[in-house]
Every structure is written in C-alpha cells, then in structure tokens.
C-alpha cells in the first residue's frame, strides 16, 4: 500500500506564491512518475506538472513559466512551486504517483486526499 500526504495548500493573493509538497510512505519499492493534477468547481480534472524518474518534467500550458515541479527521490516526495499565482489557480490539487508496491509487487496509481488553493484578494 501506498500513503500520500499532501501540505502546503491555503490562501494566497494574486501575484503571490504558495509552495505544496507531497511525500509518500508504505510499502513501496520503486516510484515512476510523479504529479500533480488540480480540479476546480465545475470543472474536470487536469494535469498541471508531472516530472519522471530521471527528472524530465512537462508542465500545462496555464501554468508555464509559473510553476514548477520537483522530486527528492531519498525522500519519496514531490513539490509543486506555484508563482504568480491567478484566481483562475484557485482548485483542490492532487498530488498523483505511480509505483510498484507491497503487495502484490505490481505497478499502481495512488491519489492524495487533495488540498485546497485559493486566489483570492
């Protein structure tokens, strides 16, 4: 089994910064890729930052040149740098990883509980 634990969500003013982190715990041999997703009223779930095992990272397209994503492979743990921050940023987000765990020793998709980010002046 794998435990994420999402931090770093909260209130910020637009043009502000906010900083979360993810870090996954359990039973866990080997993780792959590792992302973020966001998901506003109303609206579906998309992909706002991924970064691979190697480090290659992909960004949407609301979101470059303002975020951005990096892994502590020692630490099972990714973070999600978010800059000049909109109302439009304003989403639960959810950090996302895939990994080969106990038991079973398969590769699985494990979901945090999402944190809530809010734009707002």
């Known amino acids: 089994q794998v435990h994420l634990v999402e931090s770093g969500g909260g209130l910020a003013q637009p043009g502000g910064s906010l900083r979360l982190s993810c870090a996954a715990s359990?039973?866990?041999?080997?993780?792959?890729?590792l992302r973020w997703f966001r998901q506003a009223p109303g609206k579906q779930r998309e992909l706002v930052a991924s970064?691979?095992?190697?480090?290659?990272?992909t960004l949407g397209v609301p979101v470059q040149g303002r975020f951005a994503i990096s892994r502590d492979n020692a630490k099972n743990t990714v973070d999600l740098q978010m800059n000049s921050l909109s109302p439009e940023d304003t989403a639960v987000y959810y950090c996302?990883?895939?990994?080969?765990?106990?038991?079973?020793?398969?590769?699985?998709?494990?979901w945090g509980q999402g944190t809530q980010v809010t734009v707002s002046s």
């Open positions: 359990g039973s866990i041999l080997e993780i792959g890729a």
């Open positions: 970064i691979t095992s190697h480090g290659d990272t």
């Open positions: 996302n990883v895939v990994a080969l765990a106990r038991p079973g020793l398969i590769w699985g998709d494990y």
